[in-house]
């Protein structure tokens, strides 16, 4: 799978996260952003007769929440100003509910996704009623993630762009992602996605990361 395709599903579990959980999501409903740092690992296997394959690629990413709710994912485990040693970062803003990807290399911006029109601005955390099942079947129930409760569903394929496979989310993180699988069966991949070394409540150390650079070209 090339960068383009990895970007296209990367992009999809961070912003086009399905509706699911049942009445008990509603248990650990926050009224504010919780902010938090965490290590994104990405593995993408091969599919054989048998299921899972070799391993094809493995990734780490810096990601992190600030306590306005925006979400930011970088290509660098360890980010620093001064040091900028891969080449892009994707930034949900939560004051304009659009979705960037940042291109540091080149100094250009690129919009993957806007809010609805109706859509309330600056986004709001998600509630529990947000998170209702397709059918009750679908619920995997609960466990502990990186020591973070989690709930989790599975999600139905739908066509070559909308695979199949499984989602967990944190309610106590505003229900971010926490682990999923992704079973893409036009590419012949799987892709698995969780997060590592949570830091519930910590700021991100560059607040920088949350803003627009200046300067920088856009394109919709």
Not at 48 to 72: P, Y
Not at 156 to 179: K, Q
Not at 191 to 199: A, T
Request: proline share 7%; charged share 20%.
């Amino acid at each position: 799978m090339n960068r383009r395709k990895r970007l296209v599903l990367w992009t999809s579990l961070l912003v086009g996260v399905c509706a699911c959980g049942t009445s008990w999501c509603a248990q650990e409903d926050t009224s504010v952003w919780v902010p938090f740092t965490a290590q994104r690992v990405t593995r993408m296997y091969g599919l054989s007769t048998s299921g899972r394959g070799d391993i094809i690629s493995e990734t780490r990413v810096f990601t992190a929440r600030n306590k306005d709710g925006s979400l930011f994912i970088y290509d660098a485990a360890n980010y620093s100003p001064s040091s900028r040693e891969h080449h892009f970062g994707i930034l949900q803003d939560a004051a304009t509910g659009k979705t960037f990807r940042i291109d540091y290399d080149h100094q250009r911006l690129r919009v993957l996704q806007t809010p609805e029109p109706d859509k309330s601005l600056p986004l709001r955390p998600p509630t529990g009623q947000e998170y209702k099942p397709a059918s009750p079947e679908l619920s995997l129930g609960s466990k502990v993630i990186g020591g973070v409760r989690c709930i989790g569903w599975k999600v139905v394929a739908g066509g070559p762009h909308n695979p199949g496979g499984e989602m967990w989310v944190a309610p106590s993180l505003n229900y971010t992602m926490v682990e999923s699988t992704v079973l893409n069966y036009a590419d012949n991949v799987l892709m698995e996605v969780h997060l590592e070394d949570i830091q519930v409540g910590r700021e991100p150390d560059h607040p920088e990361l949350f803003r627009i650079p200046e300067g920088y070209q856009t394109a919709e």
